[in-house]
């Protein structure tokens, strides 16, 4: 059997029962959706992976979707591709903390990616960050965006690939 599928003859308490994704990406769609991203979700397709890709877009005011939670708490894993803008979103962030949530209860593997943007960046919220924090700070609730910086610190430290342009 693949090593990538997730069997489902398996015991009724197999881990392995309650993945329906093996890869859940996490992603700024703006700033990725149709370029890195989409070449990273045909290549992992390709090889056989099931990987959740969100297809719609957000719009500002909408509140992030149960489905997308719930997608994943049914991944094996999450790689998230950190970008310029990604802590713009709010939802991006919200997916991060339930993201982090399941590595701490659920052993969810968590693999980062930074795309154009500097982890170090990412880890204390400066550079581009800054902006976006110092924007959330005014409309979100304090706890909140310490959430959100905590899942962002937590994710940064994780072991990562770094990638820019040359």
């Not at 056989?48 to 719609?56: L, Q, S, W």
């Not at 940064?156 to 820019?164: H, I, Q, R, Y």
Request: charged fraction near 30%; aromatic fraction near 8%; hydrophobic fraction near 35%.
């Amino acid at each position: 059997m693949d090593a990538r599928k997730a069997s489902s003859s398996s015991s009724p308490s197999s881990s392995s029962e309650r993945w329906e994704y093996q890869i859940f990406l996490s992603f700024r769609g703006e700033d990725t959706r149709n370029g890195f991203t989409s070449h990273l979700h045909k290549a992992l397709q390709s090889r056989g992976y099931d990987v959740f890709m969100d297809e719609d877009d957000l719009q500002v005011g909408q509140v992030i979707k149960p489905e997308l939670l719930q997608a994943i708490e049914k991944s094996k894993m999450s790689v998230i591709v950190f970008s310029t803008r990604y802590a713009d979103s709010s939802w991006c962030l919200d997916e991060l903390v339930k993201i982090m949530e399941c590595r701490r209860t659920l052993n969810h593997i968590v693999l980062p990616i930074f795309y154009k943007v500097d982890p170090l960046d990412v880890r204390k919220q400066t550079g581009t960050l800054a902006s976006d924090f110092q924007k959330h700070t005014i409309r979100h609730k304090e706890e909140v965006v310490n959430g959100w910086r905590k899942a962002l610190t937590e994710a940064a430290n994780l072991c990562a690939g770094v990638l820019e342009d040359r």
